[in-house]
């Protein structure tokens, strides 16, 4: 074995290398863990373990109560003492077995500083204090099970979005196939209000697919032969022949359900410095717990039994169990509201640092504007009518793979324009195109292609004006006579300048955009966006340049691009935010945070919630340390006792989880989608010590 890392959360050990079963099963014993392989634990659930707590709880309840009662009815103490033994050892049992097994370790977790209490107050005679902490514990005991079991449950319900079995097409007809057995290639068939069980991409049939699962998004995508579809999202009105194009391991809602898993253990910076606390914590109190135990008696000749039952209190008391909750229920709540709304943040320290931002670095192409050119401007010559000018040029343009002759296509068919064949069609590379349409001799292309001719002269005014605007134009000429131009130009995504308004109001001092296309139509992007400053004509190197530069100004700052050609500067940001998860195994894996609707209006969101997050940390860490404080403080006149010790000590845990799992219901931003997705299932996420 060359390693391994346990999930407490999700119960998952993942081990490296050649391995001892054996082995690995006594170590975990040796940590309070039944250790199963996924085969065995696979279709199991954790209600056994719940109901024999809830049994222990029951049983321990009645015999208490049997033990105040055989008190007041004045008993044979026999009696009295018998029942409230058997509540301790009932109610204690499990506490017991782990402190048994953390002692050899001397590991002085909390199951030991509550037996070293309940055992200490048999034996100095409180018997019914000594009974109720057991009682309490073991209630808190049946909490712990059935929160970890309920965030367990929903982990592994989160692949049951996606169908077992799909409809594969053979030579003998559909077969329905467990999913494992389906390969890269095959072909599945999909009918309307069916949902997907792989990952594939469009043969025929057209469709609205609810990718509210994967994107958060409730408004239904349209799907046509040639666009991608996910596993687990439910195909709506129209039946679909798919190519398989991923095994149902790698598929996008697999992946997400990995990349959540893992999140939970990555520690978040306030995370980590709880935990350090209680590491330290520990020995101090039980060092502070044995001097008020031993000080008084022997050194102020003080009676020893008050001394012992204060001691035992604050061993009770000081537990650090509201503490050592505070953050993981916070953060595990902030993720999955995040990821119910479409965002993937990959850890707690991202989360956190999302609230710690001054500045936002966004690339231009595919993350501010839409990505793809479209028709902006049709200037016809006076000879020339708009529609019958683009109708010539879609005509020609046809013929070609180029975007921007697809742009053109595109546009004549949106008019509803119709087009006629062309032929002797020439693509000019690095220039255009030339054709015959309608027995007329037709180019379109840039300035070069005309560089020669007098229709350049006749157009060079319009031609600088667009170039101005950060426009690609396109001349269409007959022969030598200008027909006019066409101008083209990656528009802004419809949503850009309200993110970057909402950013700025939330908090973020500095916008700026980077980008590798030229500085015209960066200028022209950049003050439509709204952003403060501009970087243009940038190789991805010099992005990765300027993004050190702003960490030297700024401080924290985020780059968000396509998790493509951006990963270099995504990975040198505080944090990299990729666009359009749903769609890029390289965004998932690249970045620090993913918008799976490639939708910018989820960022704000995202800043707000952490924020928020970071708020309620606070909240629960001081809440917790101040219970302790002044516990410990009603210690030393004698007017806390284990009981109470205990039920503030399971009171303070109780309220820090209930606040951290508000993170779970922060709405989104205004007007956007409230459609839950694959996370629902994760507002279990909670863990008791």
């Not at 056994?48 to 055989?70: F, Q």
Request: hydrophobic residues 45%.
């Amino acid at each position: 074995m060359t390693g391994a890392q346990i999930n407490p959360t999700t119960g998952k050990l993942t081990v490296d290398g050649d391995i001892d079963l054996g082995a690995i099963r006594r170590e975990g014993r040796k940590e309070n863990y039944t250790i199963k392989t996924a085969e065995e634990a696979a279709g199991q659930t954790d209600e056994r373990g719940t109901n024999w707590e809830l049994v222990r709880m029951v049983v321990a309840g009645v015999a208490l109560a049997l033990g105040y009662g055989a008190e007041l009815l004045h008993l044979p103490s026999g009696v009295t003492i018998g029942m409230f033994v058997a509540a301790i050892v009932v109610g204690g049992f499990g506490n017991f077995r782990k402190a048994a097994r953390s002692l050899p370790s001397l590991d002085f977790n909390m199951s030991v500083l509550m037996s070293v209490a309940v055992i200490g107050a048999a034996l100095i005679g409180a018997w019914s204090e000594g009974a109720v902490v057991a009682f309490l514990y073991s209630a808190s005991e049946l909490l712990e099970g059935w929160t970890m079991g309920r965030a367990r449950r929903s982990i592994r319900d989160l692949m049951d979005i996606a169908p077992k079995t799909a409809r594969v097409e053979t030579a003998g007809g559909l077969r329905e196939v467990p999913v494992e057995d389906i390969r890269v290639g095959d072909i599945i068939v999909v009918p309307p209000g069916e949902k997907l069980a792989m990952d594939g991409r469009v043969l025929s049939g057209v469709s609205a697919i609810d990718e509210a699962s994967i994107t958060g998004e409730s408004v239904p995508a349209e799907k046509k032969p040639g666009d991608d579809v996910y596993a687990g999202t439910l195909n709506t009105d129209g039946a679909l022949k798919v190519e398989v194009t991923k095994l149902v391991k790698d598929t996008t809602i697999a992946k997400i359900v990995n990349l959540v898993e893992e999140a939970q253990t990555h520690k978040a910076p306030s995370q980590a410095f709880v935990e350090r606390f209680a590491a330290v914590y520990t020995p101090l109190v039980l060092a502070l717990a044995g001097a008020l135990v031993l000080v008084p008696p022997l050194f102020f000749q003080a009676p020893w039994g008050p001394w012992v039952y204060r001691g035992l209190a604050l061993l009770v008391v000081s537990c650090p169990c509201a503490l050592v909750v505070s953050t993981p229920v916070a953060i595990v709540s902030a993720i999955s509201n995040a990821a119910r709304h479409g965002v993937l943040i990959k850890g707690g320290i991202h989360l956190e640092q999302m609230g710690s931002l001054s500045a936002i670095a966004f690339d231009k192409t595919g993350t501010l504007s839409a990505g793809r050119p479209v028709v902006t401007d049709v200037l016809p010559t006076d000879s020339m009518e708009p529609d019958r000018l683009l109708a010539l040029a879609a005509s020609l343009e046809g013929h070609s793979e180029h975007p921007l002759a697809k742009a053109v296509v595109q546009a004549a068919a949106a008019r509803g324009l119709a087009t006629t064949e062309a032929s002797d069609f020439r693509a000019l590379t690095g220039l255009g195109a030339s054709a015959t349409v309608e027995e007329m001799p037709i180019r379109i292309g840039n300035m070069r292609l005309f560089a020669d001719s007098p229709v350049l002269a006749a157009m060079g005014d319009q031609l600088l004006d667009l170039q101005s605007q950060g426009k690609t134009a396109m001349i269409v000429a007959r022969g030598e006579d200008a027909l006019g131009i066409i101008a083209v130009a990656d528009r802004l995504r419809d949503e850009t300048t309200a993110a970057v308004a909402a950013l700025k109001r939330g908090g973020i001092t500095h916008t700026i955009m980077i980008t590798g296309d030229n500085r015209p139509t960066a200028a022209a992007i950049a003050a439509q966006a709204g952003v403060d400053e501009y970087y243009a004509e940038l190789l991805p190197e010099d992005k990765v340049d300027q993004v050190k530069r702003l960490l030297d100004t700024y401080g924290h700052v985020a780059m968000v691009g396509d998790g493509v050609n951006d990963a270099p500067a995504l990975a040198t940001a505080t944090v990299g935010i990729a666009m359009g998860g749903a769609g890029s195994d390289t965004a998932l894996e690249t970045a620090d945070v993913a918008l799976m609707a490639d939708d910018l209006t989820k960022l704000p969101f995202t800043m707000a919630l952490s924020k928020r997050s970071l708020w309620i940390i606070k909240q629960n860490i001081a809440f917790s340390l101040a219970i302790k404080l002044i516990a410990v403080l009603l210690v030393f006149p004698g007017w806390l006792t284990l009981w109470l010790a205990i039920l503030s000590d399971m009171g303070a845990s109780l309220l820090v989880t209930l606040n951290g799992m508000r993170l779970l219901s922060s709405r989104s931003e205004p007007g956007r989608s409230q459609t839950p997705s694959l996370e629902t299932r994760l507002k279990g996420f909670s863990s008791n010590p």
